[in-house]
């Protein structure tokens, strides 16, 4: 559980350092964004047969971060519209 907390962190990190311009996540949100990318890449990587999906591997980690980096730019999207309503 440890472990998966941590890789949550990295692909977080990693995915916000890829993504460019400034986002606007605190640790937790980089934390969770990390780990809901880490699970998506797991998922992927298991249905494409590499490992199991908390099985760390080198196809998981690469689609975690994609997927990480995407929901960042959901996350932002979905922070924007609500600065704009207001």
Do not use: H, W, Y
């Amino acid at each position: 559980m440890i472990g998966f907390i941590i890789a949550g962190l990295v692909i977080g990190a990693l995915a916000r350092l890829i993504k460019p311009g400034k986002q606007n996540l605190g640790l937790v949100a980089t934390l969770l964004l990390g780990l809901v990318g880490s699970v998506i890449g797991g998922l992927i990587a298991n249905l494409l047969g590499t490992g199991d999906i908390f099985e760390l591997n080198v196809l998981g980690f690469v689609v975690a971060v994609i997927a990480a980096v995407l929901l960042i730019g959901v996350a932002e999207g979905v922070a924007g519209r609500r600065s704009v309503r207001r």
